[in-house]
């Protein structure tokens, strides 16, 4: 069965620089969700969007913006990039029709030089 | 905002043997879901089994169930016949059917090591 998709899986970066994160849920799925999860940290609720539309916020620096394409997949923009940022950063989808269950991806490991 | 708590941040198992995973959660809401998810060393978000908390019966999936009280808002995950694949870390998680949005809050973790 198709999985959740998130490119790329290891990113390094420099402080003050910017990172794209890619999210490619499974198809059908139509809500998509970003999560952080710090070094020894349960994961964070950052964003989400259903049918291409914010539909929850959390704690989501100003810094980093997200938006959901016309194909459904979901890219997660972060500008000036804080040593804090250092994390792995969690996809998740699921459809309207299976409500209830969120379906991760691989994650993408980020590290901030 | 709810909230929820895993008090134990780590437990041992014997493999065959039986382990309880305990998690309660503060929220003041009457439809939610709770769900309990594994990280193996891998990092892979697993979902490992849900309830839902109009359902007065427990789930169960295998080798794992659960003992949900809604009353006492405690929800935890039994694994029998622990095996060495077991060990990762747990996650209990709660998603509102009340408020807007469908995010998961989770607890802090149990990482369950499971000795041979």
């Known amino acids: 069965a198709a999985g959740v998709i998130q490119s790329p899986r290891h990113l390094i970066k420099e402080k003050r620089e910017t990172a794209t994160l890619k999210c490619y849920p499974i198809?059908?799925?139509?809500?998509v969700y970003w999560y952080q999860q710090g070094p020894g940290q349960d994961p964070q609720f950052l964003i989400s969007?259903?049918?291409?539309?914010?539909?929850d916020k959390g704690s989501i620096p100003d810094r980093f913006s997200a938006q959901q394409f016309s194909d459904y997949h979901s890219e997660l923009n972060m500008s000036s990039l804080e040593l804090g940022d250092s994390a792995l950063y969690f996809c998740?989808?699921?459809?309207?029709?299976?409500?209830?269950?969120?379906?991760f991806g691989p994650g993408t490991r980020l590290t901030v030089l | 905002a709810q909230t929820v708590t895993q008090s134990q941040p780590e437990m041992s198992v014997q493999e065959a043997e039986t382990v309880t995973l305990s998690c309660t959660y503060d929220?003041?809401?009457?439809?939610?879901?709770l769900f309990w998810y594994k990280q193996p060393p891998s990092r892979q978000m697993i979902l490992v089994i849900r309830?839902?908390?109009?359902?007065?019966q427990n789930a169960t999936e295998n080798r794992f169930s659960v003992n949900f009280q809604k009353a006492a808002k405690s929800f935890s995950l039994k694994i029998s016949d622990s095996q060495l694949g077991d060990a990762a870390m747990y996650f209990c998680?709660?998603?509102?059917?009340?408020?807007?949005?469908?995010?998961?809050?989770f607890g802090e973790g149990t990482q369950l090591t499971v000795n041979p």
């Open positions: 998740a989808s699921s459809s309207r029709a299976g409500f209830h269950e969120q379906f």
């Open positions: 198809p059908r799925h139509d809500t």
């Open positions: 998680a709660y998603r509102s059917l009340e408020t807007s949005g469908s995010r998961l809050t």
């Open positions: 929220t003041s809401e009457s439809d939610y879901y």
């Open positions: 309830q839902e908390a109009y359902k007065q």
């Open positions: 969007f259903y049918e291409k539309m914010q539909s």
